[in-house]
T-cell receptor
């Protein structure tokens, strides 16, 4: 079964440092997403990406965040200067189609980011 | 996106059938109903999706009444490994690469021996 893979599984970083979280979406999918989940809280949408550009972003996704699909397979989330409150599980997801049936999202296993 | 309401938690025993109901009173004509499952420290996993009546797959059944204002996820003969959070989501695919999924708090299902 195809799957979304994320690396690393766990990252510890010091406050103020930059981190890059990496994802390899399912190869024929067209829409890519980052979500985060703070421990014990809801899964929150961060950003969606289609046709090599951001299609929607949440208020969480401020100037500290950026996404990129540098080589047609990897999809990265960069946090420029991490804060303690950025500590969370970050999930990458991909979807094949844009409408109606078949819009199930495939999520990766997540990267646990711990900012100290 | 239609707002959903589902119970915060449910308890069951192994071998029982579990039915989790979700209310979505303002569901739109083009909206589909989708359920996801999430285990601790893992990403959500798609379970089932439907538009109306009944949908069944190897994991679950989804019952949707004619007015579509609610839906019920049915898990037959649950086991300990079905202990997870179950999310009901309602929405349609948006043009231009939307499809943002809005997760609520979900239903924490706990299955015991």
């Amino acid at each position: 079964e195809p799957e979304v893979t994320q690396t690393p599984s766990h990252q510890v970083t010091q406050m103020g440092q930059e981190v890059i979280l990496r994802c390899v979406p399912i190869s024929n999918h067209l829409y890519f997403y980052w979500y985060r989940q703070i421990l014990g809280q809801k899964v929150e949408f961060l950003v969606s990406f289609y046709n090599n550009e951001i299609s929607e972003k949440s208020e969480i996704f401020d100037d500290q965040f950026s996404v990129e699909r540098p080589d047609g397979s990897n999809f990265t989330l960069k946090i420029r200067s991490t804060k303690l409150e950025d500590s969370a599980m970050y999930f990458c997801a991909s979807i094949l189609t844009s409408g109606g049936r078949g819009t199930e999202a495939f999520f990766g296993q997540g990267t646990r980011l711990t900012v100290v | 996106l239609a707002k959903t309401t589902q119970p915060i938690s449910m308890d069951s025993y192994e071998g029982q059938e579990v039915n989790i109901t979700c209310s979505h009173n303002n569901i739109a004509t083009n909206d589909y109903i989708t359920w996801y499952q999430q285990f601790p420290s893992q990403g959500p996993r798609f379970i089932i999706q439907g538009y109306k009546t009944k949908v069944t797959n190897e994991v679950a059944s989804l019952f949707i009444p004619a007015d579509r204002k609610s839906s019920t996820l049915s898990l037959p003969r649950v086991s300990l490994s079905d202990t997870a959070v179950y999310y009901c989501l309602v929405g349609e695919g948006l043009t231009g690469g939307g499809n943002k999924l809005t997760f609520g708090t979900g239903t924490q299902l706990k299955v015991e021996l």
